[in-house]
T-cell receptor
Framework: EDKVVQSPLSLVVHEGDTVTLNCSYE??????LLWYKQEKKAPTFLFML????IEKKSGRLSSILDKKELFSILNITATQTGDSAVYLC?????????FGAGTILRVKS | DGGITQSPKYLFRKEGQNVTLSCEQN?????MYWYRQDPGQGLRLIYY???????QKGDIAEGYSVSREKKESFPLTVTSAQKNPTAFYLC????????????FGSGTRLTVV
């Protein structure tokens, strides 16, 4: 059965900390892995990863994919309270996108 | 501005009633999707459509129905056969040959009363 597993399920840190969120997957016909941030309603797109070992960066966020070990990490450095959200990992295979349960991140000031 | 519009934002339904959730996009995207999100769970795929007049069941299609008569529109009907319909419903779309992430609507929260 195809699945996507995220860890940890929830995390509380202080402003300025660095966090690493994990996503492992088991799917056939892998096409891409995507990260989204969900604050209240619509998930907003962060990264799409298709190739192993190539880090993608956007400000304080970065992500990398390991297609051999079937996992991805999302790093957030110098966290801010505005980073508090649910972070969703999703894997695209065939014409479908399957999501993990998400990691709830809370950044305390 | 281009985007996806879901309506209504909040919907209350009595048990035994069918309700239809609207999803409209002006992005000229070929593919559209419906997801359901429950507390503590990720998004689960209900139905998806790659082209007009064609759609496929996702992982949890039982109790739901869809139509795709126009490229811009992909309404979802929650029927009385859906045993636990209270949830947050998200619609998404993407271009036919996707090299970018999916675009999501702002969701409809359905509550059965």
């Amino acid at each position: 059965e195809d699945k996507v597993v995220q860890s940890p399920l929830s995390l509380v840190v202080h402003e300025g900390d660095t966090v690493t969120l994990n996503c492992s997957y088991e799917v056939t016909n892998f096409r891409s892995l995507l990260w989204y941030k969900q604050e209240k309603k619509a998930p907003t797109f962060l990264f799409m990863l298709t190739s192993s070992g190539i880090e993608k960066k956007s400000g304080r966020l970065s992500s990398i994919l390991d297609k051999k070990e079937l996992f991805s990490i999302l790093n957030i450095t110098a966290t801010q309270t505005g980073d508090s959200a649910v972070y969703l990992c999703a894997v695209e295979y065939g014409n479908k996108l399957v999501f993990g349960a998400g990691t709830i991140l809370r950044v305390k000031s | 501005d281009g985007g996806i519009t879901q309506s209504p934002k909040y919907l209350f339904r009595k048990e035994g009633q069918n309700v239809t959730l609207s999803c409209e996009q002006n992005l000229n995207h070929d593919a559209m999707y419906w997801y359901r999100q429950d507390p503590g769970q990720g998004l689960r795929l209900i139905y998806y459509s790659q082209i007009v007049n064609d759609f496929q069941k996702g992982d949890i299609a039982e109790g739901y129905s869809v139509s795709r008569e126009k490229k811009e529109s992909f309404p979802l009907t929650v029927t009385s056969a859906q045993k636990n319909p209270t949830a947050f419903y998200l619609c998404a779309s993407r271009p036919g040959q996707a090299i970018y992430g999916y675009t999501f609507g702002s969701g409809t929260r359905l509550t059965v009363v």
